[in-house]
Structure formats: C-alpha cells, structure tokens
C-alpha cells in the first residue's frame, strides 16, 4: 500500500511541477511545449494505470506486486535501456545534422527513453514473458 | 513448458480470481500461467502443485526442444 501512495505521490508531483514549468513559459504552450506535453501525458498515464491496477488487486485481496510484475519491470528496464542506446546514438546524428541546442538535445534524449519505457513495458505486460 | 492448470483449477471449482488468492499473485499472472505466457517460479509452480495435492511434474509438462 506504501508503494502504491507514494506513486501517486510521485505522479502528483511530476503533474504539478510540469504545470510550474509550461506555466511559466512566456506566450503559453508553444509547439515546441507539445512534444513533452504529450509525452508527459503518456508516462503519468501509465503510472496512473500502474496505481489504479494496484488499488484494484489489493481490493481483490491480491498483493499489489507479484513476481510476474516484478520480472515484467526488470525485463522492460533491460529491454528499454538496450534500444535507448541506439536511440541516443540516433539522437546524436540527427542533432548534429538540424543543429539542435545541446538542452533540446538532452530533453529530446530524456523524452524519448521515457516513451521508449512505457512502450516495452505494455508490450510485456500485454504479450507475457513466454519460456524466457 | 506447458501446464494443466486449467484443468485443475476446473476440477477443484475455482476461479482466476480464487486461485491468485490461495497462491498470493495477481488474478493476470493466473491468466498468463494458463495461457502459457510465462513459467512461473520454483516457489509457485511448488504451491500450486501442493494446492491441487499433485507432484510438479504432473503440473508442468516440460517438453524436449528440438
């Protein structure tokens, strides 16, 4: 249950620090803000989703984690790293190529291993771990 | 690697729902179990084995790969 609260926590925190921050973009949200909106969007969604699965199996009297959610988080974090390595190497190339400011470059980086995350985290959690 | 889950889980008249409880998992990682889209544990292929009072091996049918 701790864990559960203190996602929601972080997932509160991490809404309210990116409402601070659009907020105090001069002009309001720009199309360069849309990007990482979206983005934000997508991985306090899936947190969300996480929390609520959790609330729900703790009221069926099942524990919120089980070893099956434990391996489908180590193996998504290890997948997840393996392609972001490819993803910055790209990252690079094409920020040297359209001349992108190095804060764009990191943020793009950040942004992209995030959706990377949550893409092959719903890819286990859908497809299952077979006879690995 | 197979398993007769399902069909014990019939035969003792449980449902997802029961059994997850009586193993202590979530009623997805019965699902998955049943569906062949994971191999469980050393610890919970033994108490779903001693649940349905059967040996491991009558559970889990482990099969050559070729």
Redesign the interface.
Known sequence: MKKTILLFVLVASVFLGCLLWFGNEEGGFGHAELLPIVVVIIVVGLALFIGFRRLS?LH????A?????KKILVKSSSVSYYISLYFWLAVMYFGDKISMEGQSLVGTGLLGMAVIFVLSWLYFNF?????? | MTNKIREYRAKYNLTQEDLAQKVKVRRETIVFLEKNKYNPSLKLAYDLARLFSVPIEELFVFEEEE
Do not use: I, K, T
Request: aromatic share 0%; glycine share 18%.
């Open positions: 199996s069926r009297g099942e524990p984690e089980d070893e099956l959610s497809r299952g771990l077979g006879n690995d």
